[in-house]
């Protein structure tokens, strides 16, 4: 088989890609190794950066984000058992909207399936190979044993945080850079009314908390816990304790319990892989970069790479010119680093290490006051948070 783009990935960063590489011409194969249902039912983070709602919609996917979706105009900073609001539209006339990324991939698998795209669901053994020349491969099992070789003249790994094109960059010619921490989020859905009209992201002395919403009828919560959590141990009553006195304040906020019928512990990290090309292969979204997950940029970030890079490969299929693909790498790295700032910034003035000694847990309180106290803090923050308008 041969084609123009091959990507690995089926997630929403390479069906994104596939569908915008459709509608100008250019012929694209997608594979991914997990099955539909699987993707659809992992759930990740819901806020959507304006950049982002901007792209789903303006390249025609559908209207569900902006039907569906629930358009926020700013969020909650929770300490010393107080709100203070950050209100986005009046800081810097943006909004963000909360629409889950498994409705993201929903659209644009569906999107995919409309326009005839060739999307590959359930392959295995996936393998890039010659990325360096003028025609790199992939080869890979589909479901019912069929073995394929796709030869493509760019090659893109939209293949996340596990990529196998990642590995296809010598390590002598990669930098991986990286950092862990040491928390996680225990993370649930619950079947509840919500209980707040915004996001509420709360620092309290028994850690990080953020009550984040689904639908009317679904809310999502996580709280900060160590990565070693065993998620299933937790009883319901535990759970909402713990929410409960995370967010605990004199003013009274409750949050409105409801059965859980999802639990579990999310880990995570901060990595960026440099550069983001080796010869024909580009990387995208998390097979370049992870973010932890204070501030939601991850399904953005990969939305941003996604369309530079769809610039970038219209030019050089409809125009011949490779100056933007050249640019590439160092031009999503630029928003990559502001995002990994965003989100480390995030992390650490609202989560606690439980070794953290008294002076800094108290400096962090000094930081949230600064910040929500002024309004150039507040300014910064909902600047990163709806989205930088450029890289
Ligand atoms: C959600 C997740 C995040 O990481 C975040 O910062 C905001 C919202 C969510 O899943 O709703």
Not at 87 to 109: H, I, K, M, R
Not at 138 to 145: L, M, P, V, Y
Not at 277 to 304: E, M, S, W
Not at 319 to 326: E, V
Request: aromatic share 8%; glycine share 10%; with cysteine.
């Amino acid at each position: 088989v041969t084609t123009q783009v091959g990507i690995v990935g089926g997630g929403p960063a390479g069906l994104m890609l596939s569908h915008l590489l459709a509608k100008a011409g250019i012929d694209n194969i997608v594979v991914e190794k997990r099955d539909h249902e699987t993707i659809r039912t992992t759930h990740r983070a819901g806020i959507l950066e304006h950049g982002s709602v901007k792209l789903l919609n303006d390249s025609g996917v559908n209207g569900r984000v902006l039907s569906e979706g629930h358009r926020h105009d700013g969020i909650d900073l929770r300490f010393g058992g107080r709100s203070h609001r950050i209100d986005f539209q009046d800081l810097v006339g943006e909004s963000v909207w909360l629409y889950p990324q498994n409705e993201v991939f929903v659209d644009l698998a569906a999107a995919r399936e409309r326009d005839s795209g060739d999307v590959r669901y359930s392959v295995r053994d996936t393998e890039v190979l010659d990325v360096t020349t003028a025609t790199p491969k992939i080869r890979f099992t589909e479901a019912d044993g069929t073995e394929v070789e796709i030869r493509c003249r760019i090659l893109v790994g939209a293949d996340g945080s596990q990529s196998i094109c990642r590995r296809a960059i010598p390590a002598d010619v990669r930098s991986d850079h990286f950092i862990e921490y040491p928390f996680a989020w225990f993370g649930i859905l619950t079947e509840a009314p919500p209980s707040a009209p915004e996001l509420i992201y709360a620092r309290s002395e028994h850690g990080f908390a953020l009550i984040s919403q689904r639908s009317e009828t679904v809310q999502r919560m996580y709280f900060q816990c160590d990565p070693a959590e065993d998620a299933s141990a937790w009883t319901e009553e535990r759970i909402w304790d713990e929410l409960q006195r995370r967010v605990e304040g004199p003013d009274g906020l409750e949050l409105k319990r409801g059965r859980i019928f999802e639990q579990m512990v999310l880990p995570f990290r901060s990595y960026v892989c440099e550069p983001l090309r080796h010869g024909n292969l580009f990387l995208a979204g998390d097979a370049g970069h992870t973010v932890p997950p204070t501030g939601a940029k991850g399904l953005n970030l990969a939305l941003a790479d996604v369309g530079l890079l769809f610039h970038a490969l219209d030019s050089f299929f409809s125009a011949g010119s490779s100056t933007l693909l050249d640019a590439y790498s160092e031009t999503a790295l630029r928003r990559v680093w502001k995002a990994q700032n965003f989100s480390y910034w995030m992390t650490s003035m609202l989560h606690t290490r439980s070794d953290a000694t008294p002076f800094e847990r108290k400096r962090s309180l000094g930081e949230l006051a600064a910040v929500t106290g002024s309004r150039y803090g507040q300014q910064y923050l909902a600047e990163g948070y709806t989205g930088w308008p450029d890289n």
